[in-house]
Nanobody, 124 residues
Framework: QVQLVESGGGLVQAGGSLRLSCAAS????????MGWFRQAPGKEREFVAA????????YYADSVKGRFTISGDNAKNTVYLQMNSLKPEDTAVYYC?????????????????WGQGTQVTVSS
């Protein structure tokens, strides 16, 4: 069982930056693929980014490629999502997720554990 706790959300103006954190209760870097998803009001939850460090694979949604970066701190069992050049359409609740697989997937059904989410609001 892995518990995930997100933090770092907030209100930011368009063009600004935020860094989300996801603290895991277990050692994740060698075993789990870590992903970020988001859900905007009235929309389905969608994939943002995912990474498996041991496999050396990262994957980003086209909508965030070049603006968002997923990274991690092994010693802290923490995954980050650095979000730059934020747009109003990035407004959503952002969720961290983990799957016990080396296959980096954009399908939320592949993920076994989820955090509670953190709100990101980008004003125009």
């Amino acid at each position: 069982q892995v518990q995930l706790v997100e933090s770092g959300g907030g209100l930011v103006q368009a063009g600004g930056s935020l860094r989300l954190s996801c603290a895991a209760s277990a050692r994740i870097f060698s075993r789990y693929t870590m992903g970020w998803f988001r859900q905007a009001p009235g929309k389905e939850r969608e994939f943002v980014a995912a990474v498996h460090w041991r496999a050396g694979t990262a994957y980003y949604a086209d909508s965030v490629k070049g603006r968002f970066t997923i990274s991690g701190d092994n010693a802290k069992n923490t995954v980050y999502l650095q979000m730059n050049s934020l747009k109003p359409e990035d407004t959503a609740v952002y969720y961290c997720a983990a799957q016990a697989d080396t296959v980096v997937s954009d399908d939320q059904r592949s993920y076994d554990y989820w955090g509670q989410g953190t709100q990101v609001t980008v004003s125009s």
